[in-house]
């Protein structure tokens, strides 16, 4: 009788883990690698929430099992993540990413191990240019993507001199020489040029009376995270804004900054893929479900997260399981998002998408972005890749 009881239940209790192992082996395993302290966390936190509100969007929270690891923006970091979530998690997918210097560094471990990467953020062109990877698709932007507008059409405004500033990585260098080359392109001519430290800069004032010595007609910049906040409230401070106009990389007055940054952001003429005062059915209805999740406006962060979620959902819902499925599914991911029509370019695996160029005006209801201008389908050249 014993013996008969124990075998049942142990005849049941087999049963049941092979059929929560069953349950377990159908979850996609997504390796989730942010920044979530640093210069740059509350970006990680920002994209980490749009992912996740894709997957409850679908209804699929359940369908996949998410570990994360931090990036602190730090490319030594980054690399110890990433084969962690690759070697020994042995995830499906990588998301995420937010600085160009980390990408830079993981981006030959993602291709040798051939691990679907779906890039959240970090914009370095040569991971859908001359260093692309049939394993890298992106859904964020690319640096050069989001900047190159800016350089016919801050010409057009009547600006002929500009100085530029950016933090010396791999992403200021790129932001700030697609806008450049664009400007110089259209007959401007840069007066000069700096790079500050990156993360460790606190005080821009020096480098601020460098550039006013310049006389340039405007100042271009692109600063992102901790360092945009504290750009454009000193930029203020210092009272050169009437006289030598603002402009730059649109994450400088992202929405994510906007409360911290206050009235100091007003006038500062910007180009970016995403705003949250988009006048669409469907940014609308994401303004919502992003606001009812986390009682805030989302920024351009909490859609590429989306984005990265909903891109993955997509490849699941066409039938991928695996890392080369994954892969090769997330090629065809097209519809129109909060940000507008979005496709990825089979020729690079970057994003083809509007980048919108836009001011923040003092609105009914505090702070706001008005919409200016929108340049449609921005297309990357493809730069040395060859994926096709
Ligand atoms: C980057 O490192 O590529 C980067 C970081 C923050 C941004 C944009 C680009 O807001």
């Given at each position: 009788m014993k013996l008969a009881m124990t075998t049942?239940?142990?005849?049941?209790?087999?049963l049941s883990a092979s059929a929560a192992f069953a349950q377990d082996e159908e979850k996609i395993d997504v390796g989730m690698i942010?920044?979530?302290?640093?210069?740059y966390a509350s970006l990680g936190e920002e994209i980490d929430q749009g992912f996740m509100l894709a997957l409850e969007?679908?209804?699929?929270t359940d369908r996949f099992n998410i570990i994360r690891e931090d990036t602190e923006a730090s490319p030594q970091v980054g690399v110890a993540a990433t084969r962690k979530l690759i070697l020994e998690d042995e995830v499906d997918v990588l998301t995420g990413l937010v600085s160009s210097g980390v990408l830079g560094a993981v981006r030959d471990?993602?291709?040798?191990?051939?691990t679907p990467l779906i890039?959240?953020?970090?914009?370095n062109d040569e991971a859908t240019g001359e260093d692309c990877s049939p394993y890298i698709t992106r859904v964020s932007f690319s640096n050069a993507q989001?900047?190159?507008p800016m350089g016919q059409w801050l010409y057009d405004q009547g600006m002929r001199t500009v100085y530029t500033l950016a933090p010396d990585y791999a992403a200021g260098q790129q932001h700030i020489g697609a806008f450049v080359e664009a400007f110089e392109e259209a007959g401007g001519e840069v007066v000069g040029q700096d790079y500050t430290p990156f993360g460790q800069t606190q005080d821009f004032g020096p480098y601020l009376t460098t550039a006013q010595a310049a006389d340039p007609d405007a100042i271009f910049v692109f600063y992102a995270g901790s360092e945009a906040i504290n750009f454009v409230k000193q930029y203020d401070s210092f009272g050169i804004k009437e006289e030598t106009p603002l402009y730059g990389s649109g994450f400088l007055t992202s929405q994510l900054y906007l409360e911290a940054e206050g009235p100091?952001?007003?006038g500062v003429v910007t180009s970016l893929h995403y705003v949250p005062t988009l006048d669409t059915p469907e940014n609308k209805a994401f303004v919502e479900a992003f606001q009812a999740a986390a009682d805030r406006l989302p920024s351009e962060y909490a859609v590429q997260g989306y984005d990265a979620g909903r891109s993955l959902v997509e490849a699941?819902?066409?039938g991928a399981t695996d890392r080369e499925s994954i892969k090769e599914a997330l090629r065809e991911v097209s519809y129109t998002g909060p940000r507008g029509p979005l496709e990825i370019d089979p020729a690079t695996n970057n994003i083809v998408q509007n980048v919108y160029i836009y001011d923040i005006v003092e609105g009914e209801n505090g702070l706001t972005q008005e919409l200016i201008d929108t340049v449609e389908a921005v297309r990357d050249e493809p730069n040395g890749c060859e994926l096709e």
């Open positions: 049942a239940l142990a005849g049941a209790m087999t942010l920044p979530y302290v640093g210069v969007e679908a209804g699929m471990f993602v291709d040798q191990s051939q890039v959240s953020n970090a914009g989001v900047n190159r100091a952001a007003v699941v819902k066409a």
